[in-house]
C-alpha cells in the first residue's frame, strides 16, 4: 500500500489557511481519496487547552515554556499521524512547525534552539505557503482577536518563515481569489500524490531531522 502524503499550509494569520484546508480536502475526497485534516494547534488536548489559555490571553506563560507546549501538542499527534500516513491516508496539515519557530523566533527567541524541540517530527512532502502581506492582513475579519495577531509581530514571522523556505515548498499569493489560490493548491497536491516523488520514510527512521527541511 502506498502511504498517505503529508500536506502543510502555512502561512501567516488571517492568509486564509483553513478555508483552503477543509476546500482541498472536499476536492479530493470528491475523487475519490482518503484524507483527513490535522490542525495545530490542537486545542481539545490538556496542552492545547493551556495554549488555547495563552493565546486568549486568558493566561500568561514565558516565552520558552509556550513555545515547549506548541513542540509538546504537535509531538502528541506524532503516533495517530504515522498510523494514518501508514495506512494510505493523506493528511492536510493546517500548521506545524514551522509556524512553532517562526512566532517564537520573532518574539526574539534563538532560530536553532526554536528548532531543537520539534526534530524527530514527521516530515512534509509538501508546504503551501500562504503569503499575505500584513497590511492585507489586518483588514480581514478577526484579525488582533488573538495574542500574536499584532502587525509588528506578524511581519517578522513573515521574514523568518520566508528564511525557512525549503525546496518543498509552494508559494501561493493570498491575496488571490479563494478559487484561484485552491486551483493551484489542488494541482500541486494531486501532483504530489500521482508522482510520490518522496521515498516515503519518515525522518526519524532513517536519521533525517526537522533541522533538514530548513534553508541554512
Given at each position: 500500500m502506498?502511504?498517505?502524503?503529508?500536506i502543510l499550509?502555512?502561512?501567516c494569520d488571517?492568509?486564509?489557511?483553513?478555508?483552503q484546508?477543509?476546500m482541498?480536502?472536499?476536492a479530493?475526497?470528491e475523487?475519490?481519496?482518503?484524507?483527513?485534516?490535522?490542525?495545530f494547534?490542537?486545542?481539545?488536548?490538556?496542552?492545547?487547552?493551556?495554549?488555547h489559555a495563552?493565546?486568549?490571553?486568558a493566561k500568561?506563560?514565558d516565552?520558552?515554556?509556550?513555545?515547549l507546549l506548541?513542540?509538546?501538542n504537535?509531538?502528541?499527534?506524532m503516533?495517530?499521524?504515522?498510523r494514518?500516513?501508514?495506512?494510505g491516508?493523506?493528511?492536510?496539515?493546517?500548521?506545524?512547525?514551522y509556524?512553532?519557530?517562526?512566532?517564537?523566533t520573532?518574539k526574539g527567541?534563538?532560530?536553532?534552539w526554536?528548532?531543537?524541540?520539534d526534530?524527530?517530527?514527521?516530515?512534509p512532502?509538501?508546504t503551501?505557503?500562504?503569503?499575505?502581506?500584513?497590511?492585507e492582513?489586518?483588514?480581514r475579519?478577526?484579525?488582533?482577536?488573538?495574542?500574536?495577531e499584532?502587525?509588528?509581530?506578524?511581519?517578522?514571522?513573515?521574514?523568518?518563515?520566508?528564511?525557512?523556505?525549503?525546496?518543498e515548498?509552494?508559494m501561493?499569493?493570498?491575496?488571490?481569489?479563494?478559487q484561484?489560490?485552491h486551483?493551484?493548491i489542488?494541482r500541486?497536491?494531486?501532483?504530489?500524490i500521482?508522482?510520490?516523488?518522496l521515498?516515503?520514510?519518515?525522518a526519524?527512521?532513517?536519521?533525517?531531522?526537522?533541522?533538514?527541511?530548513f534553508?541554512?
Amino acid at each position: 500500500m502506498t502511504r498517505g502524503r503529508f500536506i502543510l499550509l502555512e502561512g501567516c494569520d488571517r492568509a486564509g489557511k483553513s478555508t483552503q484546508c477543509a476546500m482541498l480536502i472536499a476536492a479530493l475526497k470528491e475523487k475519490g481519496h482518503s484524507v483527513e485534516l490535522c490542525k495545530f494547534p490542537d486545542r481539545t488536548t490538556t496542552i492545547g487547552q493551556m495554549i488555547h489559555a495563552y493565546l486568549t490571553n486568558a493566561k500568561e506563560l514565558d516565552d520558552r515554556a509556550i513555545h515547549l507546549l506548541f513542540s509538546a501538542n504537535r509531538w502528541e499527534a506524532m503516533q495517530s499521524m504515522k498510523r494514518k500516513l501508514e495506512a494510505g491516508t493523506h493528511l492536510i496539515v493546517d500548521r506545524y512547525a514551522y509556524s512553532g519557530v517562526a512566532f517564537s523566533t520573532a518574539k526574539g527567541l534563538d532560530l536553532t534552539w526554536c528548532k531543537n524541540p520539534d526534530k524527530g517530527l514527521v516530515r512534509p512532502d509538501i508546504t503551501f505557503f500562504l503569503d499575505l502581506p500584513t497590511a492585507e492582513a489586518e483588514k480581514r475579519g478577526g484579525f488582533g482577536d488573538e495574542r500574536y495577531e499584532k502587525r509588528e509581530l506578524q511581519e517578522r514571522v513573515r521574514e523568518v518563515f520566508l528564511q525557512l523556505r525549503g525546496k518543498e515548498w509552494v508559494m501561493i499569493d493570498a491575496r488571490e481569489t479563494v478559487q484561484s489560490m485552491h486551483h493551484k493548491i489542488l494541482r500541486e497536491a494531486e501532483e504530489k500524490i500521482r508522482v510520490g516523488e518522496l521515498d516515503g520514510r519518515f525522518a526519524e527512521e532513517d536519521d533525517v531531522l526537522l533541522d533538514d527541511m530548513f534553508i541554512d
